[in-house]
């Protein structure tokens, strides 16, 4: 049996191992930065979110931005149908949206199009409601579109862009 050579390389690879895993940070003394932190934690907020909606004022569009979590396209075009708060009533918006038309559907279509679908002939609807319907959805929409169409009751209206975000 010749087990010599091998215990001399096993011994030498442990010697060499232990020389190695010796070899780091050397002990130094405390070294200052200065200061401690001092004062209170900022906590951690999420960011603000926001819905905006597309109301009346004067006889034309006014973007309007309400604080809450972010709906889908037609949670918000309820929203819309639902008027105006109290307090942007007192600002003088209002909607020309009839609360009739909910429930909406929104349905993606090719190339950035999407059809809203609500429950009142499109065709019935004012030049400033199909507008404020459009404006709504595309502000509510992940990604800009292209055109939006307002389907309702066998009518369509557009395919339309909103003017106030060209």
Known sequence: MRTGPARRVLAAGL???VAVAGCGVQPSD???AGDPPSGGVAPTIAPAMKIILYLVENGR???VTRPGRRLSQADTLALLAAGPTAT???DGLTTDVPPEA???SVTAGPAGHL???L?????ELSALAVEQIVCTAAAAAPE???QITVVGAGQSVGPRNCPELR
């Open 30 to 32: 405390a070294i200052r």
């Open 61 to 63: 569009l006014s973007a």
């Open 15 to 17: 010697v060499s191992l």
């Open 102 to 104: 909910g429930p909406f």
């Open 115 to 117: 059809a809203v679908s």
């Open 144 to 146: 800009r579109p292209a």
């Open 88 to 90: 942007e009533q007192a």
């Open 119 to 123: 429950s009142t002939p499109a065709g």
